[in-house]
T-cell receptor
Framework: SQQGEEDPQALSIQEGENATMNCSYKTSINNLQWYRQNSGRGLVHLILIRSNEREKHSGRLRVTLDTSKKSSSLLITASRAADTASYFCATDAGTALIFGKGTTLSVSS | SQTIHQWPATLVQPVGSPLSLECTVEGTSNPNLYWYRQAAGRGLQLLFYSVGIGQISSEVPQNLSASRPQDRQFILSSKKLLLSDSGFYLC????????????FGPGTRLTVT
């Protein structure tokens, strides 16, 4: 069964704007990860945040985690056309990663 | 460096035919291995995972099976395909207890006709 649910399902923005995607989950986790998928390709790991962390940065990516609300957000700043892809959150409860349905991001130039 | 291979890249099979998808990992030993399926426009559904040779855990009851005959080889099989088996199949690995991130292969696009 799917653990994470991303919101929104689709997001369209202009280059230079920020993109925010949210993820909600149901059970306790060890960590939460965000992945990116270009159309028809495999997934690429972006960033991991552990259950005892509240915020993490990597380049233009910023991830927050609120374990009390069982939610996370991914912020991509100063978006580029190359950021166009689907983004998935995945929760790790110890056995295997459980993925949400993803947010499809379109960045137009 | 580690590399993950999947083949074939695309496959068109008739209903009722058998299936064999292969995944191999290079450059690491004793990885955890995973099979996921992604239906069109949907998220990833975990099908099987393996923590060692001959050790397979199934997450979803279906007409698919998995095997791990060698440390770095993971095979997804079916004796008789259904239309609902169509999708994008992704293999992934992670370095056992040593890591948290998963590394994905390029995927196999399966169309059952």
């Amino acid at each position: 069964s799917q653990q994470g649910e991303e919101d929104p399902q689709a997001l369209s923005i202009q280059e230079g704007e920020n993109a925010t995607m949210n993820c909600s989950y149901k059970t306790s986790i060890n960590n939460l990860q965000w992945y990116r998928q270009n159309s028809g390709r495999g997934l690429v790991h972006l960033i991991l945040i552990r259950s005892n962390e509240r915020e993490k940065h990597s380049g233009r990516l910023r991830v927050t985690l609120d374990t009390s609300k069982k939610s996370s957000s991914l912020l991509i700043t100063a978006s580029r056309a190359a950021d166009t892809a689907s983004y998935f959150c995945a929760t790790d409860a110890g056995t295997a990663l459980i993925f949400g349905k993803g947010t499809t991001l379109s960045v137009s130039s | 460096s580690q590399t993950i291979h999947q083949w074939p890249a695309t496959l068109v099979q008739p209903v009722g035919s058998p299936l064999s998808l292969e995944c191999t990992v290079e450059g690491t030993s004793n990885p955890n291995l995973y099979w996921y399926r992604q239906a069109a426009g949907r998220g990833l559904q975990l099908l099987f995972y393996s923590v060692g040779i001959g050790q397979i855990s199934s997450e979803v009851p279906q007409n698919l099976s998995a095997s791990r005959p060698q440390d770095r080889q993971f095979i997804l099989s079916s004796k008789k395909l259904l239309l609902s088996d169509s999708g994008f199949y992704l293999c992934a690995w992670k370095p056992g207890l040593a890591g948290d991130e998963q590394y994905f292969g390029p995927g196999t696009r399966l169309t059952v006709t």
